[in-house]
């Protein structure tokens, strides 16, 4: 044992044990008492609750067991935080402004190897405004029984200095008539022998109404580890991960915002993993996240690939903003290390999605491959009209496009259809094609193409078609080859009202000759 007296402070140190040869086992326990005089408040994280406080009082305890098989050990600490006596009465009882309590226990299991601990911790604080409890306690430094119910009550031990100055150890009642847990934590694990290890924490902090867990297991091949958190305002977040000896890890981050009765609830979830090639000379990495926010949904995949001679990657991303509006985007590419920067060879991208208020849906992609090909593609529907756009080239120097429309009138009935194509390749030939709809009745096309060799052609049709009856067609076609000669022809077939009637023309030329006929039918409208 060991007592010391300072000027601000008094300590008091027992320590005790016992032992038993013929069962070998043995025990004992330890205790440290430490009265500190405070020369006003103190300095710390909890300075606002301790203002005022005069004293501090830390006592230690340990006990342990040893019986040769087993060893456990106890160690709980406890600080108490209090306010001055009255003037006329220093061995009067005194008011704790602050509890802390702390501890550990340890058990080491010999025959196997077999370990589990746990660390913990709580703090208590006075709640304002309430005065020195009358209540008495029977056992020397312990809490009262009526702890459980917010009063606490100690037997304390205090060093204090007489009027002569000499020192004089007193026991005197600390207590509090309300004494709210203001913060506890806990830190539990256990070790086997074959290497599994596992263990769980808790922090809990009752006046920010927060919270902290987690859970881990580790097996010497596997560690995982889980954690999440209860923020005051209800909210929580978490993550938890893992890793493989093999080089394989992966984690998931998680969070989800307090909402109101009958409110959607916001939310979100990352998952993603990593793991080695199967011939080690590279890595695998895949992902996803998801999440809400109000109406607002979106998602999103993706996944890379990567060695030492290049790799490739995907992505996919989609949205709903929970009013009729969606989209969609993939992108992907293929890449070559090449002295020391990445090449893309292949690179793609796509889109489409939905636009409500103009009832319209879309879609866009266009791309690159290692061999020189180009695309693009463009897609859009709406009520009143619809259209799209092709297009392409490769690596020789061919070019193509496609594009068409269609438009509607109020009454959902196609009123123009319109087409063109178009086209090159590297030898110099070259082509273009277009188709105009009106309705059901009136339609026309060109054609028309020429070559490296300085050959072209033409070709013209149209037809236009009355309710009553009476129409027209037509056709002209032309041609020129690489001397310079030209010939072509013409025909047209013009009626009259239930068909009755009409005029039939043609012609053919060749350079400057020319050949013309025409023929008319009973009731001939006029004009034709």
């Known amino acids: 044992w060991e007592i010391e007296h300072r000027d601000d402070a008094y300590v008091s140190f027992t320590d005790r044990w016992w032992e038993r040869p013929e069962e070998g086992s043995r025990w004992g326990e330890k205790k440290k008492v430490t009265h500190t005089t405070l020369q006003g408040p103190p300095n710390g994280p ?104 917010g009063v606490v009550s100690h037997q304390v031990t205090v060093q204090i200095r007489t009027p002569s100055g000499r020192f004089e150890v007193h026991t005197v009642e600390a207590s509090a008539p309300v ?90 979830i990352e998952k993603r993993w990593k793991e080695r090639n199967r011939d080690g000379e590279g890595v695998n990495e895949w992902g996803e996240t998801e999440g809400s926010e109000g109406r607002k949904r979106w998602n999103q995949k993706w996944w890379k690939k990567e060695s030492w ?53 879309w879609a866009y992609k266009r791309g690159h491959s290692a061999s020189g090909d180009n695309w693009l593609e463009k897609w859009n529907e709406r009520p009143e ?10 690596a020789r120097g061919d070019e193509w496009s496609e594009q068409w429309k269609e438009t509607f009138d109020e009454n959902g009935e196609k009123s123009t259809t319109w087409a063109e194509k178009t086209g090159r390749n590297a030898q110099g030939d070259a082509w273009y094609e277009t188709w105009l709809e009106r309705r059901s009745n009136w339609k026309m096309a060109i054609k028309e193409g020429r070559n490296a060799r300085g050959e072209e052609w033409q070709e013209k049709w149209g037809e236009d078609l009355h309710e009553d009856g009476s129409g027209e067609k037509w056709c002209q076609k032309w041609a020129k080859d690489n001397a310079g000669n030209r010939h072509g022809k013409s025909w047209g077939d013009r009626w009259g009202k239930d068909g009755k009637g009409g005029h039939r023309w043609g012609e053919e030329w060749s350079n400057d000759d020319v050949n013309k006929w025409w023929h008319d039918t009973d009731g001939r409208p006029a004009g034709c």
């Open 179 to 268: 004494l709210r847990l203001a913060s506890t934590s806990r830190d539990s694990w256990w070790r086997e022998p074959h290497g599994n290890s596992w263990g769980e924490k808790m922090y809990h902090d009752l006046e920010q109404g927060s919270e902290q867990h987690e859970k881990w297991y580790d097996n010497g091949h596997e560690r995982q580890v889980d954690r999440w958190r209860v923020a005051p305002d209800g909210s929580r977040t978490g993550e938890k991960f893992g890793s493989k000896t093999d080089g394989t890890e992966w984690r998931e981050a998680w969070g989800r915002q307090a909402s109101g009765e009958g409110a959607e609830e916001d939310s979100w």
């Open 385 to 394: 009209e619809k259209s799209a756009t092709k297009s392409g080239s490769n």
């Open 309 to 361: 001679h290049g790799g490739d990657e995907f992505v996919e991303k989609w949205e709903d903003d929970g009013h009729g509006n969606k989209s969609t985007v993939k992108l992907g590419s293929t890449w070559k290390h090449r002295e020391g920067c990445r090449e893309v060879t292949d690179w793609f991208e796509d889109k489409f999605g939905e636009v409500a208020h103009s009832q319209e849906k």
């Open 46 to 149: 909890n300075a606002e609750d301790e203002t005022g406080a005069t004293d501090r009082v830390v006592e230690l305890n340990e006990k342990w067991y040893d019986n040769g098989q087993e060893k456990m050990v106890d160690e709980w600490r406890t600080e108490l935080l209090l306010e001055s006596a009255a003037d006329d009465n220093e061995n009067g009882p005194r008011r704790i402004l602050h509890q802390v309590k702390s501890g550990r226990k340890h058990t080491n299991r010999y025959c196997d190897g077999t370990q589990w601990g746990e660390n913990w911790h709580q703090s208590q604080a006075a709640s304002p405004g309430a005065s020195s409890s009358s209540s008495s306690a029977t056992d020397g430094n312990v809490d009262s029984a009526n702890e459980a119910d």
